[in-house]
């Protein structure tokens, strides 16, 4: 069963950082592509950001390109997500989903998802 949880969410200033852990159950992490996704009140859920399964390549939208990092350490089954300079347009619900055995942006390549945690950033 795959199962994956996400935590480290929490409320900061504008200009901290936080990092976001995704735990997933063992044996279901590789060699799968892993992504974070947010959602905002009131908007769509919107791809955040990939990394392959080995974790040589990284995949990020414009907006937090430059901000945020993502990492994996595949022998704890552990995605990161490093995220600096953080601004209210960052408050959201994050989501971890596994992705396919390449790296894709669309939601619905994703199968399994976190239950989220929520990143409030106040100005």
């Known amino acids: 069963q795959v199962r994956l949880v996400e935590s480290g969410g929490g409320l900061v200033q504008a200009g901290a950082a936080l990092r976001l852990s995704c735990a997933a159950s063992r044996g279901t992490f590789s060699p799968y592509s892993m992504g974070w996704f947010r959602q905002a009140p009131q908007k769509n859920r919107e791809f955040v950001g990939a990394i392959s399964w080995s974790g040589d390549a990284t995949f990020y939208t414009d907006s937090v390109k430059g901000r945020f990092t993502i990492s994996r350490d595949n022998a704890k089954n552990t995605m990161y997500l490093h995220m600096n300079n953080l601004g209210p347009e960052d408050t959201a619900v994050y989501y971890c989903?596994?992705?396919?055995?390449?790296?894709?942006?669309?939601?619905?390549?994703?199968?399994?998802w976190g239950q989220g945690t929520q990143v409030t950033v106040s100005s």
């Open positions: 989903a596994r992705g396919p055995t390449d790296w894709s942006t669309d939601r619905y390549q994703y199968g399994y």
